[in-house]
């Protein structure tokens, strides 16, 4: 068993990754961070990150970082350990971020404890094979109106989680203690994924996490507080997410369709990571600051 630390001093060394897979689900996958210039292909924070990677790499003179990004919107834990994983074992990445079991916990019914029990088989599976593994805790969603209703499942999901990281040594993303994500300015409309700003603070909490060096020391700090909406704006507001996001997401899990049916990952093979829009992602963050 690996000694690798979860909670690892930041470094200013030259990553040693030479390949990074992504797999999960929308969270991933990226929605709602398109690229710039390119509405219909998202990227995300793993993108940014492997983009980070990729960059000090090539500073250091270091060959180029090979990336794939695995991930589909909708993907329930089952789905994600059963297809993704074994496609990324089969490239034999040396890093391997694994965050998924969101779409479980949103359904009442959800047995924490198996999930967590699949979800560290793949973790040694993929430990086996030599891989670093980044896990990603739930976020804390206490203060949304209806999601906050997981707040017990994806804190007992969380526990598991960092025992199953000391176990096999891998790395956790703290995505619980991320004060900034507790501003509503870092999510999309839906409530359930994060703005292109959110991205960004994420995949610097990740370098964080991997024991790299931020490239914005202030990547988690809040933002200046919004004066506190009317509560008539506030009722408008919930009623409109109600009927743009929950509505649809309800009937789906009636019909049991999903988000992701027919998509297939945007990114399946290993490939040297592009880096040109790194600089707009950057200089996007500081602006909203």
Do not use: C
């Not at 983009?51 to 990004?69: F, I, K, T, V």
């Not at 506190?228 to 996001?245: E, G, K, N, S």
């Amino acid at each position: 068993m690996s000694t690798l630390p979860t909670r690892p001093e930041t470094t200013t060394d030259l990553p040693r990754w030479t390949s990074y897979a992504a797999i999960g689900d929308s969270f991933t996958e990226g929605l709602w961070d398109p690229y710039p210039g390119d509405e219909d292909h998202q990227r995300g924070w793993a993108d940014l990150l492997a983009q980070h990677l990729a960059a000090r790499r090539a500073a250091g003179d270091a060959p180029p970082l090979q990336y794939a990004n695995l991930a589909i919107r909708g993907r329930r834990l089952r789905s994600i350990l059963t297809e993704q994983v074994p496609a990324a074992l089969e490239m034999r990445p040396d890093l391997v971020s694994l965050v998924g079991g969101g779409n479980d916990i949103l359904r009442p019914a959800a047995d924490i404890d198996r999930l967590a029990r699949n979800l560290e088989h793949a973790v040694a599976r993929l430990r086996a094979q030599g891989a670093d593994v980044l896990l990603g805790t739930g976020f804390d969603a206490s203060e949304s109106p209806l999601v906050g209703l997981t707040r017990q499942r994806v804190g007992v999901f969380n526990a598991h989680l960092w025992s199953i990281a000391r176990r096999h040594g891998a790395y956790v993303l703290d995505l619980w203690g991320m004060r900034s994500l507790h501003d509503w300015r870092m999510w999309s409309d839906d409530r359930i994924h994060l703005t292109p700003d959110g991205h960004r603070r994420v995949a610097q909490a990740a370098l964080v996490a991997l024991g790299q060096t931020p490239d914005d020391d202030a990547w988690d700090d809040p933002l200046t507080p919004l004066p506190p909406a009317p509560a008539l704006d506030r009722a408008r507001q919930h009623a409109q997410w109600a009927r743009v996001h929950v509505y649809p997401w309800v009937q789906r899990r009636i019909r049991g369709t999903s988000s992701g049916d027919a998509r297939v990952p945007k990114a399946p093979v290993l490939a040297e990571v592009p880096l040109a829009d790194l600089g707009a992602a950057a200089d996007g963050g500081a602006a909203e600051r």
